[in-house]
């Protein structure tokens, strides 16, 4: 199979797989496995590749990660380092990245259905931005303002009705999706008028998100021009003239050989051209252009690695080979069909002999993490890595069957260092009283 490596993952000496500077056969043995790892300098390169295009091209903007992608104290300090602002979408997320000294001007909280507990958390921390998505949310949040006596700024959510090449699963963007406020129907208009004349809000812009796993730049094409024809819209209607215009996150990556993303580079170079060419034409003031990418910050930096166990074969169906994981650190197979490649960690030059399912070792049959890969002859005891595991494997990872959530460590120039520890079996118990 051919090899597609990330960042600075290479082949060593040793002919095994090396991230950051550091043999990853060597990080299972210091830190157990299952185990994510994450390549610095590759999570700093997505980064810069969104920042930097918007900064060259004079554009004002914001590159907000969005948390949920990968969240923990380590990865909001290290974005923060890099420039970029945080979407949070719970009470959680936003503890979290309070907890790690984020600055809570730079945050701005989604959500659907957003608590009275979040609302208030989110308020009395004056957090840069609320994203209000519902007519519910209006309410709520007017009278803690009242209350509280403040002004926030917000963006409102609309569904521009942008369907992106994506799993249906995961689309958020049509009109039938249960995020933001419709604009075919009035909804988002009305909504406008709404905070429009209350004084407590500031009436920023609004957002969009057209899906996920988007591999080109139509989608964002048809979002920019639906959501600037939106904002044209209002200024007729309502003289609104709109200071930020958030087009959401949904850049793709590359989980097998089927996938073929754009640089980030190249999607924010479109995007922004788009934008300023409608601006141009409309005479409208350039907004500050929002994006919000996740899972291409962290995805590919993200690599899982399992221990070999136990193998079954099934004459003329299939062989299976179990790993120290599965669905508990990784449900995206299993919950979609998300399709994964993996190596033989510690022999990257062993030429393909067989096609196995790579199977975890939880109790569900459709625990499988990997159907029908070729891979090299494996043995107890071997080491296999798991690629673009960073986005959604570990935030999503769960306690089933007991099983303790892996650790994570940062590599980087030759150093790792643990970011989230290992569960212990005490921690599974933390919660548990006697009867
Ligand atoms: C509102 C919003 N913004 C950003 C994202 C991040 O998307 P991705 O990780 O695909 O970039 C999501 C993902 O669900 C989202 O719902």
Redesign the pocket.
């Given at each position: 199979m051919e090899k597609k490596l990330f960042g600075t993952a290479r082949i060593n000496e040793k002919k095994h797989l090396e991230i950051g500077g550091c043999d990853t056969v060597e990080l299972a043995a210091q830190y157990g496995s299952p185990l994510v790892v994450y390549d610095v300098a590759l999570i700093k390169e997505m980064a810069q590749g969104f920042k930097k295009t918007f900064e060259q091209l004079e554009m004002s903007h914001n590159v907000?990660y969005?948390s949920?992608?990968f969240t923990c104290k380590a990865i909001y300090q290290l974005l923060d380092k890099e420039g970029l602002h945080f979407?949070v979408?719970s009470d959680g997320e936003l503890h979290t990245a309070l907890a790690a000294g984020i600055d809570s001007s730079k945050i701005e909280f989604?959500g659907n259905n957003k608590t009275d507990f979040e609302l208030e958390m989110a308020v009395s921390n004056n957090i840069g931005t609320i994203?209000v998505d519902n007519f519910h949310e209006i309410e709520l949040l007017t009278s803690l303002l009242k209350k509280k006596q403040k002004t926030q700024r917000i963006l409102l959510?609309v569904t521009p009705g942008v369907d992106a090449h994506t799993h249906d699963y995961?689309l958020?963007g049509q009109e039938d999706s249960k995020?933001g406020f419709d604009v075919k129907s009035g909804q988002a208009a009305k909504a406008l008028q709404l905070v429009m004349n209350a004084p407590e809000f500031d009436m920023a812009g609004i957002?969009?998100?057209i899906?996920?796993?988007?591999f080109d730049t139509a989608g964002f094409d048809m979002a920019a021009e639906r959501m600037m024809a939106i904002l044209l819209d209002w200024r007729e209607q309502f003289d609104y003239t709109a200071a930020v215009l958030n087009l959401?996150?949904?850049?793709?990556v590359r989980y097998t050989s089927e996938d073929t993303p754009l640089k980030p580079q190249e999607y924010v170079a479109r995007i922004a051209s788009k934008v300023k060419e409608i601006c141009k034409t409309a005479v409208y003031p350039l907004p500050e252009v929002w994006?919000?990418?996740?899972?291409?910050?962290v995805?590919e930096a993200g690599t899982s690695l399992y221990t070999v166990g136990s193998r079954k074969e099934v004459a003329d169906v299939r062989t299976f080979v179990a790993v120290d994981g599965g669905m508990g650190d990784n449900i995206r197979p299993a919950l979609y069909q998300a399709k994964y490649t993996a190596y033989l960690a510690s022999d990257m030059t062993a030429p393909d002999t067989e096609v196995v399912t790579i199977v975890g070792k939880y109790c569900e049959s459709g625990d499988k993490l990997i159907e029908d890969i070729a891979l090299p002859d494996t043995a107890a005891g071997d080491i296999l890595a798991m690629t673009t595991t960073g986005?959604?494997g570990y935030s999503m990872a769960s306690n089933y069957n007991r099983t303790q959530k892996p650790a994570v460590v940062f590599v980087e120039d030759g150093k790792s260092q643990l970011v989230v520890k290992r569960e212990t079996l005490d921690d599974l118990l933390r919660f548990d009283l006697d009867y």
């Open positions: 907000v969005a949920k992608a979407d979408v989604h994203i959510r995961i958020t995020f957002h969009c998100h899906g996920s796993q988007i959401g996150g949904g850049f793709g994006i919000e990418p996740g899972r291409s910050i995805g986005a959604y």
